[in-house]
């Protein structure tokens, strides 16, 4: 740097011509002079002077602290009057300065994910149509900035592509049941996930590495949920002179749990709006499989007494054998029957 220059040259000047009168050498130019013994008694007269060091204002990092490394030329780390800036990203050479603060990048490789969901009804097709699906290999490059803050690019690579499709040997699903599949492709590798499935199957893989072909073989059947919309409310009344209420419930497939059981859940309440509704009857009620249930609530509970006010029933149903889940079905609530005094 200049301003370097100009004060080390001065120094030197200032150091010869304030030399000390001990250190003056004799010249005799009738003898000679001896001009190598003057230039290194001069030399080694010159005092130390260490500049002090100035970091331009634009190069500073906002916030941090400069400090010089040791050794190197003129006592800074760096080569040739260079700085090792340390957190103010001066990197040494010959009175350079190497920018700002750039720690080495992390490198990530993805894979992009292409799926496709295979469904079949009981009046489906056993061979599916034939889907394309691509992946993408991309690479993200991450690194901090000067600023303290992740900065990230990403570019992509190269593209894989597979057509696939599905077919699924001869088997009987319930009107109601249906399956689905999943077939993904991440990067290079294909994946097959079953969703639902009436059946327990058998799969093979066929065709080439690009065209793909899942066939399945149905090794026995398995209960699937039952219809949510199986069941449905016809009536809900409220007989005054019997003080009774009384519902008719519709099974849509009862034919085909023939054998088995379904088993209504009723639960009669009584808004109260500012007190908290308050229930009066809950019961699960097994019954033998029929297209309509009739049910007389007096028989699960005395109903002579109730106070005025509106009563309705929360229900739902299950499914109880091997065709169905015995999972509970909520069908929500009856219309609501205010009773008087």
């Known amino acids: 740097m200049k301003v370097e220059r100009k004060g080390l040259l001065a120094a030197v000047l200032a150091a010869v011509f304030t030399l000390p009168a001990a ?35 634009e190069n500073k990092s906002p916030g941090a ?18 700085y090792d800036g340390w957190n103010d990203g001066y990197n040494g050479g010959n009175n350079g300065h190497n920018g700002p603060y750039n720690p080495h990048p992390t490198v990530t490789t993805y894979y992009t ?58 088997r009987q699903l319930l009107p109601w049941e249906n399956e689905s599949f999943e077939i993904c492709l991440k990067g290079p590798e294909l994946r097959f996930r079953t969703h639902e499935a009436a059946y327990s199957y058998d799969m093979q893989q066929q065709g080439f590495d690009y065209e793909r072909t899942y066939s399945l073989y149905p090794q026995g059947k398995i209960p699937t949920d039952p219809d949510q919309n199986g069941m449905t409310l016809q009536s ?13 419930v519709f099974d849509k497939w009862a034919r085909y749990y023939s054998g088995e059981q379904t088993s209504l859940r009723v639960k009669l309440i009584k808004n109260r709006s500012f ?38 029933v929360q229900w739902g149903f299950k499914r109880i054998g091997t065709v169905s889940k015995p999972n509970h079905v909520d069908r929500g609530q009856t219309n609501r029957i205010a009773i008087g005094k």
């Open 275 to 312: 007190w908290g509704d308050q229930t009066i009857l809950e019961r699960d009620i097994p019954m033998e499989p029929a297209s309509v249930y009739e049910i007389d609530l007096s028989k699960f509970a005395d109903l002579s007494n109730l106070q005025p006010g509106q009563y309705f």
């Open 113 to 170: 994910q292409s799926c496709k969901t295979f469904r079949f009804f009981a009046d489906s097709s056993l061979v599916s149509d034939r889907y394309l699906l691509r992946s993408r290999e991309q690479i993200e490059t991450c690194y901090t900035n000067d600023q303290g803050y992740r900065e990230c690019t990403t570019h992509y690579v190269r593209s894989f592509e597979k057509s696939v499709g599905m077919s699924i040997q001869s």
């Open 236 to 248: 809900f009344t409220y007989d005054p002179a019997a003080k009774n209420f009384k519902m008719s």
């Open 23 to 57: 250190a003056e050498p004799t010249i005799d130019f009738d003898r000679g002079v001896d001009i190598k013994a003057v230039m290194e008694n001069i030399h080694a007269n010159i005092p130390q002077v260490r500049q002090p060091l100035i970091v331009p204002e």
């Open 65 to 82: 602290a400069f400090r010089p490394g040791p050794g190197g030329n003129n006592g800074y780390n760096g080569g040739n009057n260079g």
